[in-house]
Each structure stands twice: as C-alpha cells, then as structure tokens.
C-alpha cells in the first residue's frame, strides 16, 4: 500500500496541514459541483456526492498524478441525460462500470500516450472553455427559486459576500499562508452570515445533502445483448470524455507543479473508479480541472489531500449535513469563480498577433466547441483532426526538388522534405519525363519516403521512366524508408532500381 500512498516518503516533503486543510476546502468546494451535476443528469443530489466520494479516493490512492482532483463532472453529466430520461437510473449505473472497463483496459494497452498527439493549441483551447464553463456555472447562484435573475437587496448581499470572498482569496497569501486563501475565504464569509444572521443563499437551498455509506448496488438491467447495445456507446463516450478531460488536466497540473505524472496508471485508476462508482451508487466522473486547481494553488502536491477530501466529503454526508448545508453559496461562488480566472489562459491571448493563424483558429473552435457543446471529447477530436489536417498541409508545401545535370549527362533530383499522401501531387511535378536523359537520380538524402501513398508514387514515377527505356537510381534512402519499399513489394510492383555503388545515407 505504501509505494501507492506516497504518504509516508520523507523523500517528497509533504506538509501534512497544507495537505489536510486543502482537502477540507477541496471537499467543501466539491459539494455543490456534484450535487449540481447531478442534478443536471437528472438524478438525485446523492448520486453526485456518492460518485464524488468514490472517484476522488480511488484516484487519489492508486491514480498517476497525487494532487489531482477527481469527481463527478459535467462533462459526463451530459453525456448521461438522455440514457436517464429514456432507461432510468439503473442503466447509468451500468454504463459507469462498462465506461470504467474501457478505461482500465485503454490503461493496460498504454493508451495514455496518446495524449500526446494533442497540440498545445486544442489544450488552451480546451482549458480557456472550461474556464468559462466554470464561470458560467456559477451565475446560476444570481437567480432565484423560481429562475429569475436576483434584484434589489439580495443581490446586492450575494453580490458583496462573492467580491469579498474573491478580494480573500486574492490578498490574504500576500499577507500570510498559514492557511489556505480559499478555505479561509469559506470561514470568514460563514462566519458573517451565521453571526450576523445575514439572509442568503445557502448550500441547503439547492438539494439536502444528508446521507448515509454509499450502499453497495448491482445495477438491475438485464444481462443480454440488448441491453449492452443500449449501454455501449454511451459507456465508449463517457470512458472517453473521462480520459480526454483526466489526462489534460493532468498534463496541466504537471506543468504547474514541474513533475510528470503516469498517464496510463492514471487511466486504470479512473477506470476503477468508475467501476466502483457504478457499483456504489454513484454517476461516475473523471478528473475535476477546477477543484485540481484548488488544490495545487493551496501548496498541495501529495495523494493525502484527495484523500482527505473525499473522506471529509463523505463525512459531510453522513454527519455533517446540517452545518454544510448552512455553508453559504457565495463563499462556495467566489471561490469558483476565481477557479476560473485562474484556469484560463491569460496568455493566449497574446499569441492572436504572434502565432500562426491555423493555431488562433484551432484554440478559438475548441473553446467554442467546449462552451456551447460541453463536449470535451468532441472539442478535442476536432482541433486534433484541424491541426494534423493543417500540420500535413505545410508539409506538402515545403517538398521541393533541386535538378542539376552533371559531367555524365545525368540528372539529379535533390528532394527536399518529406514525402507523403499530401505531397504525392507536388512531387510528381517536380519530374520532366519525357524531356529527362536516359539516367536519372532521385536523391532523398533530404527527404523521408513516408507512408503507401508515396511508395504508390515512386512506383508510378520509376514506371513511366521505365516505359521511355529510362534508368532511375533512389539514392539515399533512409533504413526504415527501404524496409517500407521492401514491405510494399508484395501490393505493389514497385520500380525501384538502386544503384549498388551508392551508400544509404543514415546519418547526415
């Protein structure tokens, strides 16, 4: 248990009250997000905090990056509407553990490598969505019970205890660290609406919180193919919206911290989580990006903080319902929404004027994608697919050919960049066949043969060469670049001639 816990490792110097009082905060702060995205799926607040409570510990304990937060999100949220109002509760309960078998098997195949392809454009354009989303989210807090926009001395209440709390947060670390800004900022805003018996909102006005252990539940659908292939797709798009959002965040969290966390020890983790979820009640979830920030802006960098606060949050729960539920939401509003100053990215904004056009485009659709879709898994796909699109496009601009005819009356084609399916076209017109000597060499000393489509190409050119009773000699292919030739002799009859007194060039 201990090379997973990390608790007692002298070697990381944990300071056990930061760890400890940012949990407690982490814990309040998760409170009314669970219970909101539950509410917003459709089901009861419990579900939210039962999945909250089994997302943040399991991960916590076995996850790849200690620090991060996981719990019940909005993002599964969505995805898990429809299934609710169409098949009731018991099939979310059975999508969360297909969702985490997805995700635990993506782990064990080393998926989580994968995260990699995703441009730095599509990860700001992914976190200055979330940021807003985050935003957005709480100016829910300014409407009443009845969806209206708040007036008159409410607001103005409500509106003065958040710029409080967010003038806390924001100037008490220039003054003292011994406790965390945001959990200070809870206390002093509850301490002055209970002993001044201020009327406001409170955490009891959204949904009682009041519960016992999450009790242990196989889902009551029905074991058959139907029922999988009702479950199935919804269960392959919460497991990856779950690990799209989980690996982000924690590539975010290992910038800020300047450590490296385990992307596929962290996808098993939240596929147990899931698992568990589904099986303890709960709707499931993924990596929180707000309440991780939390967290790591309290000077938390060990697993005891999300333990900490999944445990406080069941406490809550179970015996605390009464005095949480007296927690008012401005304190819990301010705090979030300096969560979202914090998370976005102030510094893309610079990058409008400075970087190419293409990136400005991918970062601006993912963020928009993420704001009116809330489809992070969506968002994501399509600016990876945009910039690949893009990142081929300049590739095939940038082949080029030099010819020089030598001594010997023969032709060089010195080709420079890489050739591939987009610059097959290109490439091909690089070549005056029919007004060409009778020996030609192409030279890839600057080049790389890289995919079927430009083996295709080298076959039709070598061809037509060969036609007009033409010789063409590949110099300086590249190992990997003839072992695909080689590989591709069997589908196609590739023309290819190599001269036996010219050396592969492996190194230039």
Not at 6 to 35: M, Q, W
Not at 145 to 167: C, D, E, R
Not at 332 to 345: D, H, N, P, R, S
């Amino acid at each position: 248990m201990k090379q997973y816990l990390n608790l007692f490792d002298t070697s990381l110097k944990i300071n056990y009250k930061t760890e400890v009082l940012s949990g407690l905060t982490v814990a309040l702060a998760l409170v009314p997000e669970a219970v909101a995205f539950a509410l917003i799926a459709g089901l009861s607040p419990l579900t939210g905090l039962y999945a909250a409570f089994m997302m943040g510990l399991i991960t916590s304990i076995f996850g790849g990056r200690p620090g991060m937060i996981s719990g019940a999100t909005g993002a599964v949220a969505v995805v898990l509407v429809t299934l609710v109002k169409s098949h009731g509760i018991e099939y979310i309960f059975g999508t969360v553990i297909l969702a985490g078998i997805i995700q635990m098997i993506a782990g064990f195949l080393r998926l989580g490598k994968l995260i990699r392809l995703v441009p730095h454009p599509v990860i700001f354009g992914f976190v200055n969505g979330l940021a807003i989303i985050i935003f957005m989210s709480q100016l829910e807090q300014f409407k009443d019970a009845s969806g209206h926009w708040m007036t008159g001395q409410s607001l103005y209440i409500l509106l003065g205890l958040v710029l409080l709390t967010m003038l806390i947060i924001w100037g008490l670390p220039k003054i003292t660290k011994i406790i965390p800004a945001s959990l200070a900022s809870i206390l002093v805003i509850f301490g002055l609406v209970f002993f001044l018996g201020i009327d406001t909102k409170t955490v009891g006005d959204i949904a009682s919180i009041k519960g016992g252990f999450p009790p242990f539940h196989l889902p009551t659908i029905p074991f058959n193919l139907d029922a999988l292939l009702i479950i199935f797709p919804y269960a392959a798009i919460v497991a990856g919206v779950g690990l799209i959002e989980s690996l982000l965040t924690l590539n975010i969290v290992d910038e800020i911290t300047e450590t490296h966390g385990r992307g596929n020890k962290e996808a098993i983790a939240q596929g147990a989580a899931n698992i568990l979820s589904g099986l303890f009640s709960g709707m499931g979830g993924c990596a929180m990006i707000g309440q991780s920030l939390i967290n790591v802006s309290n000077g938390a960098r060990a697993r005891l903080s999300g333990i900490v606060a999944s445990i406080m949050l069941l406490i809550f729960v179970m015996f605390g319902s009464g005095l949480i539920e007296k927690v008012p939401m401005a304190a819990l509003t301010g705090l979030m929404i300096m969560v979202a100053i914090g998370t976005f990215e102030w510094a893309s904004l610079k990058t409008f004027t400075k970087f190419p056009k293409s990136d400005i485009f991918v970062m601006v659709l993912v963020t928009l994608i993420t704001v009116f879709l809330h489809n992070l898994a969506l968002a994501v796909l399509i600016g990876v697919i945009i910039a690949a699109l893009v990142f081929a496009w300049d590739n095939a601009k940038r082949i080029r050919a030099r010819k020089s005819i030598d001594e010997n009356g023969i032709k060089h084609y010195e080709i420079y960049g890489p050739l591939f399916f987009a610059s097959v076209a290109a490439f091909n017109e690089k070549f005056d066949i029919l007004n060409d000597p009778n020996e030609v060499i192409i030279d890839f000393a600057e080049s790389r043969v890289v995919d079927m489509s430009a083996i295709e190409a080298l076959n039709k050119i070598t061809e037509r060469y060969h036609k007009l009773n033409k010789v063409v000699h590949l110099k300086h292919l590249s190992p990997d670049c003839r072992q695909l030739i080689k590989n591709a002799e069997q589908i196609i009859d590739v023309n290819i001639i190599e001269d036996p007194t010219y050396k592969v060039a492996t190194n230039r």
